[in-house]
């Protein structure tokens, strides 16, 4: 049976959606790429597969900037789903790490495509041995693990080759069946098979050939040649070749009634099945005495479904797992699928055309109810039983009153019979269970906006809202395909700001429709605005604002505050930490709530932990806010947000700087999370930059007094290792401007400070110098002026490290000391310790080696015995630089091995590039050129992964160099001159010193040496 192994445990499914089940019990895994993900390595077996092949397989060429990442987090999130219950940072024992890449290690027989390659073997094996019965049941059940689509809901080039190679395999299957079934003597019970089967492969010549032979067995001499017409008429006229010459012979023979092809005798009784068998022989069924039927009383056949959309559209996996699990035939007990999902997204009218599609799987009558829910008077579930026993021929007067005994009645009447019972909108499993039947040859699908995980036995579908493709597609056919053709990048605009609700796809699509004089164009400014967006989707009695009400009105009070006041952050999701301090209440309360509304269909859980709303219900759930709440509410609720990001991010901050000043001098007001480790306090800030610089763009907005605004920018400061991942480069440019037009708006230095520092450490990271020393010395001023020590230090040695990449290398010095001298005062050791690091480049650009590695030493030192392993990793860095400089590559590479260890652990990416840069120019000194071109490449890689040019720029110059090294003259001068024009656009003067190389060099040339 589909979700179990033999002997319970893990069981997986490719041979149809890709699932899994742990005990009987299916597991939520996911979104289609995460599944395509888990279905490429359930397909390899255990064999270990790169990130690099995955991103490939499942994304192919349109693999976005972050794949890496991306693929990262999913296979975390499989891991918890295949393993809730291993404990944080162990071993994972089914999705293993190998080496940088991955395998799925699965118990035996966890596959069913295991198991389908397994009965094959067996049948195989079976044929070989005289016992054609026992191979042809081996086949059939070998195919009936079959459920759909192989491999259905994934994406990507891999997946769509194997499914297209399981889809081939089956059909071998098949036809290996149809042979053995032949063999059998069954040529009549295979013709109708073979007709469907040819059909719809009608190219396939094995195929038409056992249909001929069938019906020539069946006396049907005629319509067997007519096969052979039809076939060869076919493959003339799509692929202009003529039958092959097995089909062609065949065709000879019947028109000469070759006796050979007569029907074989019936087979003789077969040998028992060797001990070999895993699973034993297949045993016949029984046949039963023959007896006198039950005589089922004449019922009415019932046929109360409302009628099916005439343009339906997409859903083509959802409605496929549907009507299978509604097919299946089960002694277990009653097929019942339960759907659940937001207002609007279509439970009812995927449910309504897929019970259409399974009408003739039930001869004996659909039954109907919708059960209100969530509208005013809820059907009370006598009532709708009562409905059902007069659909089913029941006079009233003979209905009972009480709950239980038309329950009774109900089942009793559906006893060997097959109905199929649609209970839509239903509030909660309590309404439910009194309705469903109790015989298993009827089946029953419920919808609900609620999931209802109490129902016993059902199978939950959660339904989530279109793909992009569909919903363009509903669109098209209800405002009429040639208006979005002429305008496709309109109505994908228009279906996106719909958030791809079937509901609101409908009603704008509609509206469209219903205005001849409309363009596409014209309806998306209108949707543009969020202030007017529901008020756009309303058409006749339909409204999405209404739905939303609906589910809405059913909330207790506490639910309803969570659900409006959790729709203030303006982030694209909210961990449950930080939405407590938004609601102001513990945190397994505010778990609890989070957790109804995801229940309701009103939130979404896109990973644990981690909440968000659908596009417009976060827009209804703000009007409900603005309406319910004052707005100082609000403004306490924003700040209790912001207080507890900046508390957890300064805790980052403390780690990731030890020894660091600014931590300390930062104003925090409420409690955040703490870290134990630099790698998870960067990892966290890295996960929730997204929805910390919401909350600071959404701050900078509504600040009216430097006592709103200052969090936002002790903030930014906070989030200083963030920057040096390099993840959020333009956010941090974007967010710093924000904060400052807003402190320059409402005259607040002390944020003004602080967003000029972290502008000028964003805008150095770009390479534009001067812009950066302007901030700095705009900071060192404001500094002075408000005597503000929480970032003097930083600053000064900020401004000589600017300076001395400008080649000012005594001012940059002098400034180093102003800096020292700071620290020294203030008791910062480790200031001290990034002072003496930073300043021994400026050393050696004054010609001074000795002094330069006597600072970087000294600076290594000091951080070594703080025991802290930032400070540590970039004094080794400098002193690498110097080594290298200095001709002591040996050590050079050392200090660089080492840094570069501790910056990728940390997922520091900026210093990842600038090390991985560093090692490939010591290994040219070294004239070691294959292991400078392999790290000159890796920082090339990094540099363009994190949008860094400067980085991107010195990394192709150093590869450049490094090719020319091998030999490669060519691919040397490319780089070259690519490193010369980003340098030259970046004003950096390197450019100058690859001008004086590149100005002797003709076009066309190589650079010699």
């Given at each position: 049976m589909a979700g179990?192994?033999?002997?319970?445990?893990?069981?997986?499914?490719?041979?149809?959606?890709?699932?899994?089940?742990?005990?009987?019990?299916e597991l939520d895994l996911g979104t289609p790429l995460q599944r395509s993900i888990l279905g490429m390595l359930l397909l390899r077996e255990g064999r270990a597969i790169s990130p690099n092949e995955m991103i490939d397989a499942v994304w192919g060429e349109d693999a976005p900037p972050r794949a890496l990442g991306a693929l990262r987090t999913y296979v975390s999130r499989l891991r918890t789903v295949l393993e809730p219950d291993r404990v944080a940072r162990s071993r994972p024992e089914l999705l293993t790490s190998i080496g940088r890449g991955y395998a799925l290690r699965l118990p035996d027989d966890a596959l069913?495509?295991?198991?389908?390659?397994?009965?094959?073997?067996?049948?195989?094996?079976a044929r070989r041995s005289g016992r054609p019965r026992e191979a042809a049941d081996r086949l059939r059940a070998a195919l009936a693990l079959f459920e759909g689509e192989p491999l259905a809901g994934t994406v990507g080039p891999y997946a769509e080759h194997q499914r297209d190679r399981l889809a081939e395999r089956r059909l071998s299957v098949v036809e290996t069946l149809m042979d053995v079934d032949l063999e059998l003597g069954d040529h009549a019970a295979v013709v109708s098979e073979l007709i469907a089967l040819t059909a719809d492969h009608p190219l396939r010549e094995r195929l038409r050939a056992q249909l001929m032979l069938a019906l020539y067995r069946c006396g049907r001499q005629g319509d067997a040649l007519n096969v052979f017409t039809e076939t060869r008429e076919a493959l003339i006229d799509e692929l202009g070749i003529e039958p092959g010459p097995e089909l062609t012979a065949l065709h000879q023979r019947i028109l000469t009634a070759d006796p050979t092809l007569a029907p074989p005798p019936a087979p003789a009784e077969e040998p028992a099945a060797g001990a070999g068998s895993a699973e034993g022989p297949v045993e016949e069924p029984q046949q039963p005495a023959e007896e006198e039927p039950y005589a089922a009383p004449e019922l009415p056949r019932p046929a109360q479904l409302p009628a099916a959309v005439t343009d339906f559209t997409g859903r083509k996996e959802q409605a496929a797992r549907l009507r299978s699990l509604l097919s299946t035939a089960s002694a277990e007990g009653l097929p019942l699928v339960a759907i659940s999902g937001i207002g609007g997204v279509g439970k009812t009218t995927l449910a309504v055309h897929v019970a259409h599609q399974v009408e003739e799987v039930f001869p004996d009558g659909q039954l109907y109810a919708d059960l209100r829910g969530y509208g005013d008077g809820a059907t009370a579930p006598e009532s709708a039983l009562g409905g059902f026993l007069r659909a089913l021929g029941i006079p009233p007067d003979v209905i009972p009153d009480g709950l239980a005994e038309r329950s009774a009645l109900y089942r009793s009447l559906l006893a060997e019979r097959r109905v199929l019972v649609l209970l839509d909108n239903a509030r909660d499993a309590e309404q439910v269970s009194p309705l469903l039947p109790g015989s298993p040859g009827c089946a029953a699908i419920v919808t609900s906006r609620v999931k209802l995980a109490d129902l016993p036995a059902a199978r939950l579908v959660d339904l989530d809202v279109m793909e992009p493709d569909e919903a363009l597609s509903l669109f098209a056919a209800v405002a009429g395909p040639e208006r979005v053709a002429a305008e496709h990048g309109a109505a994908m605009d228009v279906v996106a700001a719909c958030g791809f609700l079937p509901l609101a796809v409908r009603i704008v699509a509609a509206r469209l429709a219903a205005?001849?004089?409309?363009?596409?164009?014209?309806?998306?400014?209108?949707?543009?605005?969020?202030?007017?967006?529901?008020?756009?989707?309303?058409?006749?009695?339909?409204?999405?604002?209404?739905?939303?009400?609906?589910?809405?009105?059913?909330?207790?009070?506490?639910?309803?505050r969570a659900f409006r006041l959790l729709s203030l952050p303006s982030g694209p999701d909210i961990s449950s930490e930080a939405a407590a301090a938004v609601l102001a209440l513990p945190a397994y309360e505010t778990e609890a709530l989070l957790e109804s509304l995801v229940d309701a269909s009103l939130l979404e859980a896109p990973g644990p932990g981690r909440y968000r709303y659908h596009d417009l219900l976060r827009l209804f759930a703000r009007r409900e806010l603005n309406k319910a709440e004052r707005p100082e509410t609000l403004a306490l609720a924003l700040g209790r947000l912001l207080g507890f990001y900046l508390a957890s991010a300064q805790s980052a901050h403390r780690l990731a700087y030890e020894g660091s000043a600014i931590a300390d001098n930062l104003v925090v007001v409420g409690t955040g999370r703490t870290f134990t480790t630099v790698d998870e306090a960067v990892a966290w800030l890295i996960a929730e930059g997204d929805s910390l610089f919401a909350a600071i763009g959404q701050t900078a907005a509504s600040a009216r007094s430097g006592e709103q605004l200052l969090p936002a920018g002790n903030l930014l400061v906070a989030m200083e290792p963030l920057l040096e991942s390099g993840t959020h480069t333009r956010e941090f440019d974007q967010g710093t401007r924000a904060v400052l037009a807003a402190a320059l708006r409402i005259g607040d230095p002390g944020s003004e400070l602080r967003s000029r520092y972290v502008l000028g450490r964003v805008l150095f990271a770009a390479n534009r110098l001067r812009e950066a020393e302007e901030q700095f010395r705009r900071v060192r001023e404001l500094s002075a002026e408000r005597a503000e020590k929480v970032v003097t230090g930083e600053v000064l040695n900020a401004l000589a490290v600017v300076v001395g990449r400008q080649r000012r290398h005594a001012e940059a010095l002098a400034l180093f000391e102003a800096a020292m001298t700071w620290y020294r005062e203030n008791g910062v050791p480790a200031g001290e310790a990034l002072v003496l690091s930073y300043s021994a480049r400026d050393h050696l650009g004054l010609g001074r080696p000795d002094d330069a590695i006597a600072a970087a030493e000294k600076g290594l030192a000091i951080f070594t015995e703080m025991g802290s392993g930032a400070g540590t990793a970039r004094a080794r860095y400098h002193l690498g630089i110097v080594l290298s400089r200095v001709g002591r590559l040996t050590e050079a590479v050392h200090h660089h091995a080492e840094c570069l260890a501790f910056f990728r652990a940390s997922k520091q990416r900026v210093w990842e590039q600038r090390v991985c840069s560093r090692l490939a120019e010591t290994f040219i000194a070294a004239e070691r050129y294959p292991e400078a071109v392999r790290h000159a490449e890796q920082a090339l890689v990094v540099s363009r992964d994190i949008g860094h040019p400067y980085g991107e720029a010195l990394s192709l110059t150093v590869l450049g160099k490094a090719l020319r090294g091998l030999g490669d003259l060519s691919r040397s001068l490319a780089c070259l001159r690519q490193a010369y024009d980003v340098f030259s656009r970046l004003g950096a003067p390197e450019a100058g010193d690859l001008k004086v190389l590149l100005d002797g060099v003709p076009h066309g040339a190589v650079v010699e040496t």
């Open positions: 179990q192994s033999g002997e319970g445990g893990l069981w997986f499914a490719v041979l149809g959606p890709v699932r899994a089940w742990r005990d009987g019990r069913d495509l295991t198991r389908f390659e397994r009965r094959i073997a067996e049948a195989e094996t205005r001849p004089s409309w363009t596409v164009a014209s309806l998306a400014p209108r949707l543009a605005d969020e202030q007017r967006r529901l008020d756009e989707m309303r058409v006749g009695n339909l409204a999405v604002e209404a739905t939303f009400a609906l589910g809405y009105g059913q909330l207790a009070p506490e639910q309803a």
